[in-house]
């Protein structure tokens, strides 16, 4: 992310200015009054993903078959017979059942016309039945009480006659007062008291409820994708949705509900307008009575989400991965979502002021570490280690998949580099952490992620919107619009790789190593190098030529080698150093290039035309570890170990 510079210190040095981005102290507060999370999925990641099933339906053209065999490891195709499910109607808790229809319908002994309404309220003794012959605005209507039963009653609203048909304003409705919410329903709806509460039952066959929960879970329109091959996806679903609910016993008295703490149930039709569709009804027939069951036959519990991010969770399924989830419509494979400090301070008053937090623990499933399973938060006050999934939902992320991405550096800065086109640079740490400065951004890091090597090295894309980090090892990671063309990683390395170039179109990039083995990708062209060649010192780095027709490599005692159109403009490689050169840069225009020692030396070829100032004599809280020009060339940038910036000439933001 964007991080502000914090703080500055003018120093008098041959440069006309000098500014110095000071790291942040490790026991101050939190160095940013937000936390910035990168996530991926939506919801716990086991079983099923919705979009991961869609996925393989229409990039893979998997059935539904294969689908839920993949998901649902340890589970075989079995059958259960259609039958009554008990449905607990969240939105009537603790309320009067109110309730019409445009179709006769019955309250035990009672009986309604078409259009008449009933409300069944809880008394102290038990239930009373009302009539009244119309609704008003806000459920106003002359009530006459017709019947009180015993409390164990539990008097049920039932239509006088069957309906199957699709108009929604024949069937049970319940209303919610005083905003008139008209909900449709199938079956009969039913009074009850559990845990001392009033409750509304929804008392409907199973493959009728089914029609009610599957469009609500997946879209409808699904089943219309790829010429009809999403209706994989659904008939997945509606088979995942069927067996969890057949699963389920949520109480003595009722089977499930219909939120999606249990799975989201919408009934027949909201306000007059119908909620089931086609699309799944079609699917619903054709998999009719099919769910999926464990070996000793006893009906899985077929959790599912909407998206796993990329890979399940595990539990009482086997995790397995999701490649399906990337599918082109899913805006939760990755996400972004930042939290202001205020708020998780609040949501964990004892620790005080949040000074750090991290992912401490990780189940080791997908990418990135997986999903998170201990966070550890630090304040002024106390330190409070948590759960993924506590500060999931303490905080409203749409999973516990999540790397938080600190503003500060929490391991050594160890390169730095800058926009082509405007003042902008990112800085990239041993833990492929990145902080963006100026009109650069940090599209993405390594930053949570366990690492084989650590990043040696990073190269910008020509729009400055997107960045590549190189690792010892030589694995190559891409942010923003910068491309992936490969890398050395998992191969057998003569020598560690020390640096990194893109080519100037972004379409390829360079690896060195540190005995001047060149590596190519993409549109990079070999040009040659010193890997045959006993060196008097190590390569410490390399710069590409601006015509993108060369490049250069540089040694530890600032010895200088050139290929293609880069030019020989002069070295170090006969002076005794104080210190050893750790980096270089190249002008912009081509004219020249620029050294830096680990003191903060800065030698300019040619020179003096091209020095802009050093840090050569000045004490360092850490030592130089990179440097970067600026657009005009007409100054550049040092960066310590410990993040500080420096800046000369018209380097600056």
């Known amino acids: 992310m964007r991080t502000p510079l914090r703080a500055l210190l003018a120093v008098a040095l041959l440069a006309p200015v000098l500014s110095v981005v000071a790291p942040a102290s490790p026991a101050a507060a939190y160095p940013s009054s937000q936390i910035e999370f990168h996530g991926r999925g939506w919801g716990h990641?086991?079983?099923?993903?919705?979009?991961?099933?869609?996925?393989?339906?229409?990039?893979?053209?998997?059935?539904?078959?294969?689908?839920?065999?993949?998901?649902?490891?340890?589970?075989?195709?079995?059958s259960r017979a259609n039958g009554s499910i008990s449905v607990r109607l969240t939105a009537f808790d603790g309320k009067d059942l109110v309730v019409t229809s445009g179709s006769a319908f019955?309250?035990?002994?009672?009986?309604?016309?078409?259009?008449?309404?009933?409300?069944?309220?809880?008394?102290?003794?038990?239930?009373?039945?009302?009539?009244?012959?119309t609704l008003g605005a806000g459920c106003t209507a002359t009530w006459v009480e017709?019947?009180?039963?015993?409390?164990?009653?539990?008097?049920?609203?039932?239509?006088?006659?069957?309906?199957?048909?699709?108009?929604?304003?024949?069937?049970?409705?319940?209303?919610?007062?005083?905003?008139?919410?008209?909900?449709?329903?199938?079956?009969s709806l039913q009074a009850l008291v559990?845990?001392?509460?009033?409750?509304?039952?929804?008392?409907?066959?199973?493959?009728?409820?089914?029609?009610?929960?599957?469009?609500?879970?997946?879209?409808?329109?699904?089943?219309?994708?790829?010429?009809?091959?999403?209706?994989?996806?659904?008939?997945?679903q509606t088979v995942a949705a069927r067996s969890y609910a057949w699963a389920e016993q949520r109480h003595a008295l009722y089977k499930t509900c219909d939120t999606t703490a249990c799975q989201v149930y919408g009934g027949a039709g909201l306000n007059n307008t119908r909620n089931e569709h086609v699309n799944t009804d079609r699917a619903i027939q054709e998999t009719a009575g099919e769910v999926r069951v464990h070996a000793n036959g006893n009906v899985a519990r077929t959790e599912f989400s909407s998206s796993t991010g990329g890979h399940t969770a595990g539990g009482t399924f086997t995790a397995v991965p999701d490649a399906g989830d990337d599918v082109a419509s899913n805006p939760n494979h990755a996400?972004?979502?930042?939290?202001?400090?205020?708020?998780?301070?609040?949501?964990?008053?004892?620790?005080?002021?949040?000074?750090?937090?991290?992912?401490?623990?990780?189940?080791?499933?997908?990418?990135?570490g997986g999903r998170a399973t201990e966070v550890k938060l630090v304040g002024d006050e106390g330190t409070s280690t948590v759960t993924g999934n506590d500060l999931r939902s303490k905080l409203g992320l749409k999973s516990d998949w999540y790397r938080i991405i600190d503003p500060s550096l929490n391991s050594p800065a160890v390169a730095v580099a800058s926009m082509r086109t405007d003042a902008g640079l990112v800085v990239a740490s041993t833990a492929g952490e990145a902080l963006g400065y100026g009109a650069a951004g940090?599209?993405?890091?390594?930053?949570?992620?366990?690492?084989?090597?650590?990043?040696?090295?990073?190269?910008?894309?020509?729009?400055?919107?997107?960045?590549?980090?190189?690792?010892?090892?030589?694995?190559?990671?891409?942010?923003?619009?910068?491309?992936?063309?490969?890398s050395l990683g998992g191969r057998r390395l003569n020598k560690p790789i020390v640096g990194m170039a893109a080519t100037t179109t972004g379409k390829g990039y360079y690896l060195v190593a540190s005995d001047g083995g060149i590596?190519?990708?993409?549109?990079?062209?070999?040009?040659?190098?010193?890997?045959?060649?006993?060196?008097?010192?190590?390569?410490?780095?390399?710069?590409?030529?601006?015509?993108?027709q060369g490049y250069y490599l540089v040694a530890r005692d600032g010895g200088i080698f050139t290929f293609g159109s880069a030019k020989f403009r002069g070295s170090t490689g006969a002076i005794?150093?104080?210190?050893?050169?750790?980096?270089?840069?190249?002008?912009p225009r081509g004219v020249g290039y620029w050294f830096v020692a680990a003191d903060g030396g800065v030698f300019a070829f040619p020179s003096p035309r091209l020095f802009y100032g050093s840090l050569g004599g000045t004490a360092l809280a850490a030592p130089i570890v990179g440097m970067a020009s600026s657009t005009t060339g007409n100054g550049y940038w040092l960066l310590g170990r410990d993040g500080a910036l420096y800046d000369f000439g018209d380097a600056g933001f």
């Open 45 to 78: 990641g086991r079983g099923l993903g919705q979009y991961g099933s869609l996925g393989y339906a229409i990039d893979e053209d998997w059935d539904y078959a294969r689908i839920l065999n993949h998901f649902y490891g340890g589970t075989t195709k079995g």
């Open 519 to 548: 590596f190519t990708f993409g549109d990079a062209r070999f040009l040659g190098s010193m890997g045959a060649v006993r060196l008097n010192q190590p390569i410490v780095g390399m710069a590409v030529h601006p015509t993108g």
């Open 106 to 133: 019955t309250i035990g002994s009672n009986a309604y016309a078409a259009g008449e309404a009933a409300r069944i309220r809880r008394t102290s003794t038990g239930w009373a039945i009302d009539r009244a012959p």
């Open 194 to 236: 559990t845990d001392g509460t009033a409750r509304a039952i929804n008392h409907v066959e199973m493959e009728s409820y089914l029609r009610g929960v599957v469009p609500r879970e997946s879209p409808a329109s699904w089943g219309d994708l790829d010429g009809g091959r999403g209706m994989h996806a659904l008939r997945a």
């Open 442 to 486: 940090a599209p993405g890091s390594m930053e949570g992620v366990a690492l084989a090597s650590p990043v040696v090295a990073i190269a910008m894309t020509p729009s400055g919107e997107g960045y590549w980090m190189a690792a010892a090892d030589g694995g190559v990671s891409a942010f923003g619009d910068a491309g992936s063309f490969g």
């Open 335 to 368: 996400w972004e979502h930042v939290v202001n400090v205020a708020a998780l301070e609040a949501a964990y008053p004892s620790i005080g002021t949040l000074q750090t937090i991290t992912v401490s623990k990780r189940n080791g499933l997908g990418s990135e």
């Open 576 to 587: 005794r150093l104080n210190q050893p050169i750790v980096g270089m840069a190249v002008h």
């Open 146 to 187: 017709v019947q009180t039963v015993a409390a164990s009653a539990n008097p049920e609203a039932r239509l006088a006659a069957p309906y199957t048909g699709d108009d929604v304003k024949k069937l049970l409705q319940a209303i919610t007062c005083p905003d008139m919410t008209r909900r449709h329903y199938r079956g």
